[in-house]
């Protein structure tokens, strides 16, 4: 039997399916899932591990190679010690300058010592959140 290839939508709900089912997965396999990410860069795992549309693809290319490989590593470090990732498209402000600007911003805590910007959320937990505007 062969074995099922999962890829789920890159969207805020896509992310939250991903994340359940990284929660099914046994300590190696989410090892495995890690090495992945961290194997493959985020520039290859996206593309692997999601559906990406055109437009996504483009600006996933157009990143710097750098902040790729910053990515790759908190969301490979996020997959092993099990800290929830959240990918956020916040609503527009309808500002006429911003509209057809992407970016993304990433905010991280963990353990009360941030990797990228402090930020904070109700629970205290730790978390990893990617945030893409449109």
């Given at each position: 039997m062969k074995k099922r290839f999962l890829k789920f939508p890159f969207t805020a709900a896509g992310v939250a399916q991903w994340q359940q089912w990284l929660a099914g997965l046994s300590p190696v396999q989410r090892e495995e899932e890690a090495q992945r990410v961290a194997q493959l860069g985020l520039q290859a795992f996206l593309p692997y591990r999601f559906m990406l549309n055109a437009s996504q693809v483009a600006y996933l290319?157009?990143?710097?190679?750098?902040?790729?490989?910053l990515w790759a590593a908190q969301i490979a470090y996020a997959i092993r010690e099990e800290i929830a990732i959240t990918l956020v498209k916040p609503e527009t402000q309808g500002h006429a300058q911003v509209r057809g600007v992407k970016f993304i911003e990433a905010n991280s805590q963990t353990g009360g010592m941030p990797m990228l910007a402090a930020a904070t959320e109700g629970n205290g937990g730790d978390?990893?959140?990617?945030t893409i505007t449109y």
């Open positions: 290319d157009s990143l710097p190679p750098a902040l790729c490989m978390y990893l959140r990617f």
